[in-house]
């Protein structure tokens, strides 16, 4: 079959500094999220998948389409933000999602009721009538994720979506990335923001120095770093001992029971590796691996 992206060797270099360094990865579907440090090459990869920026070697396609020669056919399957960044000053919020819908080939009345139901999902009931020139940062960038939505398409390229807004635009967002990956779109996402990969994606890669550097579900990448720990903690939150467990009630077990006297009054927590761990964990040793 056919993956729904694929990139091959992918290169890209600005004068002497080369961000991208023979990248090669393959999706087949679901929410992906991309992660990596400031300037790791997330938004020169998003450019290139979206036809915006040609690499300077290796290709990449979009259900089998090249995002160099076959252009118009990828910019026909994919969906992505900043694309209607042109959004008319003039128009309402509404006007210029119903705009994008009949662009996209909707009937004027499916066109109303999707960008009824985006302008509720991103709480823009009070502003939708009026022109978007008036708009404060966060609402405009709500209006041009919703113009994204408005046609479901094969792929949608969310670079950073959530940057800016409030958190009940961000969990509406969330919903309305979760419905489309149901419904059977491939959302390919870059993100800063760990809490988001984990409670989207579906897989999640780490970007770093040109290449993929860690590839996996939130839960695999997790267990890289490490397992739950026990940590026995006094009051002051300083950690005593700490003790490796299995994610069974024997290792605890195990764990807990030769203590001392003045140990069994300290606190006993649990704790998980977070994604966050995880990134930091990864990062830093491709880093000292580099050095
Ligand atoms: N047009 C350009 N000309 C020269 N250098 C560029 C250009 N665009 C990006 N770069 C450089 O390429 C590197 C990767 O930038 P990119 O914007 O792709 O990173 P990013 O992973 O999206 O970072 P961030 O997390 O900050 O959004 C950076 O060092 C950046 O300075
Ligand atoms: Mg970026």
Redesign the pocket.
């Known amino acids: 079959m056919t993956p729904t992206l694929e990139i091959t060797d992918l290169s890209k270099s600005?004068?002497p500094?080369t961000?991208l360094d023979n990248l090669s990865l393959s999706i087949d579907g679901g929410v992906f999220a991309l992660l990596?440090?400031?300037?790791?090459?997330?938004?020169?990869?998003?450019?290139i998948l979206t036809t915006l920026?040609r690499p300077d070697s290796g290709s990449a396609r979009i259900l089998g389409h090249d995002t160099v020669a076959d252009a118009r056919t990828v910019r026909r399957l994919i969906g992505a933000t900043g694309q209607y960044a042109s959004v008319d000053e003039a128009l309402s919020g509404r006007e210029n999602l119903v705009m994008v819908g009949r662009l996209l080939g909707l009937a004027t009345r499916a066109a109303r009721t999707r960008a009824d139901e985006l302008i509720s999902s991103f709480g823009l009931e009070e502003a939708a009538g009026r022109a978007v020139s008036g708009y404060s940062g966060g609402m405009r960038r709500r209006i041009d994720l919703a113009a994204s939505l408005m046609c479901p398409p094969a792929v949608l390229f969310l670079?950073?979506p959530t940057t800016g807004l409030d958190p009940t635009s961000r969990l509406g967002l969330w919903d309305d990335v979760a419905a489309l990956a149901k419904a059977g779109s491939c959302v390919f996402l870059?993100t800063?923001l760990l809490d988001e990969a984990e409670a989207l994606a579906d897989r999640v890669a780490i970007?770093q120095g040109g290449s993929i550097v860690a590839d996996g579900s939130p839960a695999e990448l997790k267990r890289l770093v490490g397992t739950e720990t026990a940590a026995l903690v006094d009051a002051e939150g300083t950690v005593h001992r700490s003790f490796e467990l299995d994610g069974t009630a024997h290792s605890l077990e195990r764990a807990l029971h030769n203590l001392s006297e003045a140990e069994r009054d300290l606190r006993v927590e649990l704790r998980t590796p977070t994604l966050d761990d995880a990134f930091i964990a990864i990062t830093r040793a491709t880093e000292e691996a580099r050095a």
């Open positions: 600005y004068g500094r961000v990596g440090p400031n300037g790791a090459g997330k938004t020169t990869l998003v450019s920026l670079d950073e870059t800063q970007l």
